[in-house]
């Protein structure tokens, strides 16, 4: 059963985020024409302060109640699912409410000596509004992933980024006239919208699987579940909190240190817009399947775990190890030989297509690293995932304040290179050693970097000679971007990296 729930939460998972990463190109598309790179750069700095709140609010406890509700619903104790669920949102909500009042006063000093952005100040303010709802939803998505029941997590995201992208298209012509702090916060309007939409979701989706649950007696009191969820929490709050704060550190350093490089105030911050809020977006396009393995590895591995299923949980760390390594491999091959295309034809801009193609090679470390995490939050490893990020993040900064006023944005690669290796090594190694997994460096590495080599030297001879006189930039892309697709599936299967029975696996 854990097998079957991992694949099928995976498939919820990658299809929803599907549907949400194209609503979201479009949304960018959209924000990109309206705000400019400079606008987009604006908007991008005060991301990462929303990813600090829900660090601290709501990331711990949310992967704390989808490992602790998998283990009780592996036993049946359905009530100890519910009251897990209510003990964590008594933690996450009141965290968020107190985080909200928090930003919200102190949002000028934030904007003027942390961000040091002046024009942030407003949408810090509306950012405080949704964090309530914020921490609600992901406790309740936490609580239907620990049941393997992606679906609802799928919906909400999708729903939520919906709402998002209603919002602003509906008050863009009133925000961005009155200049680029407006249209700033009307990026944090939409996320507001988005929030609110994903709370009440998931609150009625729980009202109706409440009805359907096998009536059971809760034999875990309040006290007893609040100490073990803040137990298994801490950890990962820790982890993610100091992850974010210095992700966030990160990009407030790179316009000041672009500027160190020779690039005006403008400048810099454009460019910084078009890395983070363009580049980016597209590189981590491939990951929505990474995420929902990574996701769905918690719950499953946690149910592997209680019922001491060795053989399972091998199996699962080997496949998913395996297709993360596909993933990132093919994604490098993709950005590396269309970057330029995709870029134009998304945005209408060459430096992103540049950008992406210094950023390809870190795509197999990063795909690798979300399915890494997945695996060790699940077997109770969270300080370890804690101790990796956090100094692979700190030589992170070292580097971008050594490397980016001489190499300019292309320095910034090179850190997030190292950063990603550096930890993705790290967390590979504690997993592989607390389960007893040897490394399968042929299935795993070298077959789908040779599958990825041919199907990109077939596919950019056929792309250049051939559909590139045929066809517009656009649609020549679009049947690139899916030959090299074929091209490198049908190569995994010649090589076999990819079996008939992973397939029937799948089916």
Not at 193 to 216: D, N, V, W, Y
Not at 334 to 361: D, H, K, P, W
Not at 476 to 492: D, E, K, M, P, S
């Amino acid at each position: 059963m854990g097998k079957k729930a991992l694949i099928t939460g995976t498939i919820v998972l990658t299809l929803t985020s599907f549907v949400t990463k194209i609503l979201g190109f479009i949304f960018r598309i959209y924000m990109s024409n309206i705000m400019g790179a400079e606008g987009v750069g604006l908007y991008q700095l005060v991301f990462p302060i929303y990813m600090l709140i829900w660090s601290i609010s709501s990331a711990g406890i949310s992967l704390a109640v989808s490992k602790k509700v998998a283990e009780h619903t592996a036993r049946g104790k359905h009530a100890d699912g519910i009251r897990t669920l209510k003990s964590a949102l008594i933690i996450s909500v009141g965290l968020a409410s107190i985080m909200s009042i928090f930003i919200f006063i102190m949002a000028p000093w934030v904007a003027n000596s942390y961000i040091k952005e002046p024009r942030t100040e407003l949408a810090l303010k509306y950012l405080c509004v949704c964090v309530p709802f914020m921490a609600t939803a992901c406790c309740i998505r936490g609580y239907f992933q620990g049941r393997q029941e992606m679906a609802v997590s799928g919906l909400a995201q999708v729903i939520e980024q919906i709402a998002r992208m209603t919002i602003i298209f509906l008050f863009s012509s009133l925000f961005i006239p009155k200049g680029i702090e407006y249209a700033c916060a009307l990026g944090a309007l939409g996320l507001c919208a988005g929030e609110f939409c994903s709370a009440l979701f998931t609150f009625i989706m729980l009202q109706i699987k409440k009805h359907h649950l096998p009536r059971t007696k809760a034999t875990i009191s309040y006290h007893s579940m609040l100490g073990t969820l803040i137990t298994i929490s801490l950890p990962i709050t820790a982890n993610r909190f100091l992850t974010s704060a210095l992700s966030s550190l990160e990009n407030i350093l790179i316009p000041i240190e672009l500027q160190k490089y020779g690039m005006s105030s403008s400048d810099a911050l454009g460019m910084y817009g078009m890395f983070s809020g363009m580049a980016l977006p597209l590189l981590f396009f491939p990951s929505m399947v990474t995420m929902a393995i990574s996701t769905a590895l918690v719950p499953s591995i946690s149910e592997s775990v209680a019922m001491k299923n060795t053989r399972v949980l091998h199996k699962t760390v080997s496949k998913s190890i395996q297709y993360s390594a596909v993933i990132g491999i093919g994604a490098c091959a993709l950005f590396m030989t269309l970057g330029n295309e995709i870029a134009i034809a998304c945005y209408g801009r060459s430096e992103v297509g540049q950008l992406l193609r210094y950023l390809a090679i870190i795509c197999p470390f990063v795909y690798l690293r979300d399915i890494l995490t997945g695996m060790l939050n699940g077997l109770g490893l969270q300080k370890l995932t804690f101790k990796g990020n956090s100094i692979a993040s700190v030589i992170c900064i070292m580097l971008i304040v050594i490397l980016v006023p001489k190499f300019g944005i292309v320095g910034f690669v090179i850190a997030m290179l190292i950063q990603s290796s550096l930890v993705t090594c790290y967390h590979m190694w504690h997993a592989l050693r607390h389960i007893n997994l040897s490394v399968d460096i042929l299935s795993w590495i070298i077959k789908p970097t040779f599958a990825a080599v041919s199907g990109s030297i077939i596919m950019k001879y056929i792309h250049t000679h051939y559909l590139m006189n045929i066809f517009s930039l656009r649609a020549a892309t679009l049947i690139a971007i899916f030959a090299l697709g074929v091209f490198y599936l049908v190569f995994l299967f010649l090589f076999k990296s990819i079996t008939k029975e992973d397939v029937k696996q799948f089916i």
